[in-house]
Structure formats: structure tokens, C-alpha cells
């Protein structure tokens, strides 16, 4: 497997040897020892820094035949994709995979998962919800996978326990943490103790695989997975979405929206040609991301088999602040998958009753958002009190 730094591999030998309560506690936390030595080389010797991880070769806007706006088709096509997806929900062929890890840091330490969406309803119960609603519908069985993280899946074991049914089961899968570096490579060390960060949602296919839930799946007949953010409950499972994806016969599907002026992360470019999702700050100096039309979500649509391949995805050096102390987090997005496997982009709405896009990344958006998350919830049925 390649581990890829920016545009370079991680090929060099590291030149430290781990302190052995480092290895015990990377292997306790599913992270491979030989490639956290290998990160913190590129980092100490400056081959993996903040800002640095920039893509190469021409970068241009997307052409317009590259994204698709669902919103804008024929009620005869929207028809034939629900159709479709309908029928690949009614034979059990799909599953929702909900993005449920991170560090628990941006709502006081309470794992976000658990913050109540909507009074009397938690933003992980909206997804719970939003599985058992199609799993009726379609009289079919649909599980739900929760990738959690070290600060998250305590938290969120009692739930799956307590609410997984034969129809709607609730399985959890726990992304990798690793310690965050200081700037010259060292462990960063708090308390005594190394501070250890999950290690981002590029982890979602290498931690499905490794959990074995991958096979489970495919053994129950499941083809097709729906991955969306916690935060995000406006990306409720959709038949247009699941049938546009199989549709299209590409093994990946992203959502997009119209970009705002306020926006800032990731977006569709081409990168010497080919169509894929690079992040902001990703793009060459220079580029300017306002001229690009749409947005990404962080909601896909992916065929099974993609998880099975190992891409290799870049490892980011993340600049935080933590208790004070300048640090470095090591993280993959999986947006980057889009890099490795032909994708179709679909925009959706981002406003109105059929809004798919209310992302909540601490509590001064959750505020703002309040109001339309329950317009939103209960146009769908989701909220009835």
C-alpha cells in the first residue's frame, strides 16, 4: 500500500525509533506504527506541513456536462430514478452509512451525535429515524453503519444496542486515531500523555474493510451504500438520489449544491482533465475557488466494491490549537476517492422544503440552522410533535 504525503509517497525510512507506549497505543487505536513513523519524518523534515498539499497540474473550473442538476430534470426522469431506487431499497440493496466520529470538542465535549438536532430529537436519532421510515416503505431490511471514533463510540454503543432491529440493524465501525505532532514532529504530549486525534473521514473505506463489515454486507446482499455527515440530517435517504446512481453506472456519486458566497471547503474541479472533489485549501496558489459553481456536501452514493480497493488516499498535516500548544493533526478526506474512481456529481437543493444541505459544525450554526432543520424534518415526515 502506498501512503501518499501531497504529491509525494511516503517511501522514506523513518530515522526515529517509536517509543514502544507509542506503538501499543497507534496498534490500540487500529493505526499502523511503521506509517505514523514514516508521517512523522515527512513532518519533521518538512515534506508534510500545513497548507502544503497542494494538487499539481492544471486545475480548471468543471465543465458544465460535469455536474448535473437533479432540481432541473423532467418529472418523467425524477420519476424512473425513484422507480429504480425504490426497487434496489425494496431488495434490501442499500445501506446508510453515517459519518459519527471526530473529537466531540465543537459542541463543550458532547459528542455531537447525541446534541438534539430539533427538540426531542438528537441528529443521530434523525438518521435512526430517517432508516426505519425507508425500511417500512419498502417493507425491505436496510442496516445502518455508524463510523465512530475513541471520542465517540462509547457514546454511541448504548444506542446501537438498544434500538437495532431485524429490519433497521444498527452496527458501528471506529475510525483510527493517531497523536498529533508538534510542528517539529514530535508527539505532543499533554498531561503527560500523548494527545491523540481521530484521523478524518478519508478513514470511512480502510475502516469498513478492517472491521469486516464489508463482507457482512455484501453476504446480505447489499450493493450499494449512502454516506452522509451526522451533522447534515437534511440528507435523508432518497430514492432520486440511489436510482441517479445507478443510472449514471458510475461507481460513485456526490452531491453537490450552488456555491454561496460564504462557503468554504471543497468543490468539483478538473485536475489535468478529470473531474474530482479537491478542498479549498488543496487548490494551487492562485486558483481562485469563488469563480467555481457548487459546493460538496460530504454525502455520496458508492458502490460496494469501492471499499474494497485501497486508494491511496493523502495524508494531511492539519494545523490546530489545542490547550494552547501548536499542533499538528494527521488526517485523509474521503472526499479524495472521487480522485481514484469515476464520479458523477449531482446538485441538489440547498433551500426549501426539499433541501438537502444543513450542515451543523458547532452551535452558532446550529442556532441558525434551527429553524429550517424542523421546517425540513417535518415537510419529510420525520418530526410530528
Given at each position: 500500500m502506498?501512503?501518499a504525503?501531497g504529491?509525494?509517497d511516503?517511501?522514506?525510512p ?5 517509543d ?12 499502523d ?14 515534506r ?6 497542494r ?5 480548471e ?7 448535473t ?12 430514478f ?5 426497487e ?7 445501506a446508510?452509512?453515517v459519518?459519527?466520529g471526530?473529537m466531540?470538542?465543537r ?6 451525535a ?15 429515524a430517517?432508516a426505519r421510515?425507508?425500511?417500512?416503505r ?7 453503519l455508524l ?16 434500538e ?6 444498527i452496527?458501528l465501525?471506529?475510525q483510527q ?24 473521514h478519508?478513514d ?6 478492517r ?43 456526490c ?6 458566497p ?24 492562485g ?9 460538496n456536501?460530504n ?31 494527521l488526517?485523509r ?15 441538489v437543493p ?5 433541501c ?8 452558532e ?18 418530526l410530528?410533535?
Amino acid at each position: 500500500m502506498r501512503d501518499a504525503v501531497g504529491t509525494r509517497d511516503v517511501t522514506e525510512p523513518a530515522t526515529t525509533v517509536l517509543d514502544e507506549s507509542i506503538r501499543r497505543l497507534l496498534v490500540e487505536h487500529d493505526f499502523d506504527p511503521s506509517l505514523f513513523e514514516r508521517l512523522q519524518a515527512a513532518v519533521r523534515e518538512g515534506r508534510l506541513v500545513p497548507g502544503g498539499q497542494r494538487v499539481q497540474g492544471c486545475v480548471e473550473p468543471p465543465d458544465p456536462v460535469d455536474v448535473t442538476d437533479l432540481g432541473a430534470l423532467g418529472a418523467a426522469e425524477r420519476e424512473r430514478f425513484a422507480e429504480r431506487g425504490l426497487e434496489a431499497f425494496s431488495r434490501g440493496e442499500v445501506a446508510s452509512v453515517v459519518l459519527a466520529g471526530g473529537m466531540a470538542t465543537r459542541f463543550g465535549g458532547v459528542v455531537k451525535a447525541l446534541v438534539e438536532a430539533c427538540p426531542g430529537r438528537r441528529f443521530v436519532d434523525v438518521k435512526l429515524a430517517d432508516a426505519r421510515r425507508m425500511a417500512e416503505r419498502c417493507g425491505a431490511r436496510l442496516p445502518v453503519l455508524l463510523m465512530t471514533s475513541a471520542s465517540t463510540h462509547a457514546a454511541l454503543e448504548p444506542i446501537a444496542e438498544d434500538e437495532s432491529s431485524a429490519r433497521v440493524p444498527i452496527r458501528l465501525f471506529r475510525q483510527q486515531s493517531a497523536p498529533r505532532l508538534r510542528p517539529d514532529g514530535s508527539v505532543l504530549l499533554l498531561d503527560g500523555q500523548p494527545s491523540l486525534a481521530a484521523t478524518g473521514h478519508g478513514d470511512l473505506t480502510f475502516a469498513l474493510r478492517r472491521s469486516g463489515l464489508d463482507g457482512r454486507l455484501r453476504a446480505e446482499g447489499v450493493r450499494w451504500l449512502v454516506v452522509t455527515n451526522v451533522d447534515n440530517v437534511a440528507a435523508t435517504l432518497d430514492p432520486v438520489i440511489v436510482g441517479a446512481h445507478l443510472e449514471s453506472g458510475a461507481p460513485l456519486s456526490c452531491e453537490v449544491v450552488a456555491r454561496e458566497p460564504t462557503d468554504r471547503g471543497g468543490a468539483p474541479v478538473r485536475v489535468e482533465g478529470r473531474i474530482q472533489l479537491v478542498e479549498a485549501f488543496r487548490m494551487p496558489e492562485g486558483f481562485d475557488a469563488e469563480c467555481l459553481p457548487v459546493f460538496n456536501t460530504n454525502s455520496f452514493v458508492m458502490n460496494l466494491d469501492v471499499v474494497e480497493h485501497d486508494f491511496p488516499l493523502t495524508w494531511l498535516a492539519v494545523s490546530k490549537t489545542v490547550q494552547g500548544e501548536a499542533a499538528i493533526q494527521l488526517e485523509r478526506l474521503v472526499g479524495e476517492l472521487t480522485a481514484f474512481v469515476p464520479t458523477r456529481f449531482w446538485c441538489v437543493p440547498r433551500s426549501g422544503s426539499e433541501c438537502r444541505f444543513l450542515p451543523v459544525k458547532d452551535a452558532e450554526e446550529h442556532a441558525r440552522r434551527r429553524d429550517d432543520i424542523e421546517r425540513v424534518l417535518r415537510a419529510r415526515g420525520l418530526l410530528t410533535h
